[in-house]
């Protein structure tokens, strides 16, 4: 039997997002208060790059991630030093943006 390997995934990091879309399929919003610590983000991150023999593109998502930015810089920081593979994207509402250039 052939088996299928996931070539993207998404990662979810936090359910906080100052948001709270009707649409969101992950009721995140500002009550959420759950975020993953640095050393889980990288755990879940190095299991789904090797479950997949060809590698796992991540995209980083939650809620909204960008609420605590140093602590997604050092996610994002410590992946690229432990050669987990290309950041693919990261998700965010854009609610930090001041105008269309921080986009």
Same mark, same amino acid.
């Given at each position: 039997m052939t088996v299928k390997y996931w070539s993207r995934a998404g990662l979810m990091l936090t359910d906080w997002c100052p948001a709270c879309c009707a649409c969101c399929y992950a009721c995140c919003g500002p009550e959420g208060g759950t975020w993953m610590t640095v050393e889980q983000a990288l755990r879940v991150w190095r299991g789904l790059v090797e479950a997949s023999p060809h590698g796992c593109r991540v995209h980083l998502t939650g809620g909204e991630v960008f609420g605590r930015f140093d602590w997604l810089?050092?996610?994002?920081? %410590? !992946?690229?030093?432990? %050669?987990l593979g290309p950041l693919e994207a990261v998700e965010s509402n854009g609610y930090w !943006? #001041?105008? #269309?250039?921080?986009i």
């Open positions: 810089l050092t996610i994002v920081r %410590e !992946a690229q030093k432990n %050669e !943006a #001041d105008n #269309d250039r921080e």
